[in-house]
């Protein structure tokens, strides 16, 4: 019935959009960790500023800083987070950081008042379980 959605969730090593919940809830928070199948490093920030959302690789790609707990400032109308372990600046639009490294950044779409972003992997609010607990 529905048209033009695409059921491709369980692919695995593939790019798809991922649901993540409700955008009224998910908007009353300035950021929310999203987990990643794929483990701890591939965690994602789902950050929501200035009524935009934006989604984020979690681990600083300096030294892997919990970005989520970053400060989040706007400079010449470039919105930007700053990793709270050593201070480097990433645009939450691009992930371009003002030092050489570079975030990596994912697409996130509004659709039906639910929110998603583009991952490899899946992602969820909470902690995926254990491998050896099933
Ligand atoms: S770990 Fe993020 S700036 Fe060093």
């Known amino acids: ?7 491709e969730e369980g692919n695995t090593g593939g790019v798809s959009w ?16 999203m987990h990643s199948s794929l483990g701890y490093d591939s965690d994602v920030c789902l950050f929501y500023v200035k009524g935009e959302f934006f989604a984020m690789d979690a681990r600083c790609s300096h030294s892997g800083g919990p970005l989520c707990e970053g400060d989040i400032e706007e400079a010449d109308g470039v919105l ?7 201070d480097y600046n990433f645009d939450l639009r691009t992930g371009r950081s003002g030092t050489s490294l570079q975030q990596q950044v994912y697409e996130v ?9 583009k991952h490899r ?7 995926f379980p254990p491998d050896r607990k099933s």
């Open 121 to 127: 992997s899946r992602l969820s609010l909470q902690p």
């Open 109 to 117: 779409k509004l659709e039906d008042g639910n929110v998603y972003v």
């Open 1 to 7: 019935m529905a048209s033009g959605s695409g059921d």
């Open 80 to 86: 930007q987070v700053f990793c709270p372990w050593h």
């Open 18 to 33: 991922r649901l993540i919940g409700p955008a009224p809830e998910l908007s009353k928070k300035r950021c929310r960790l």
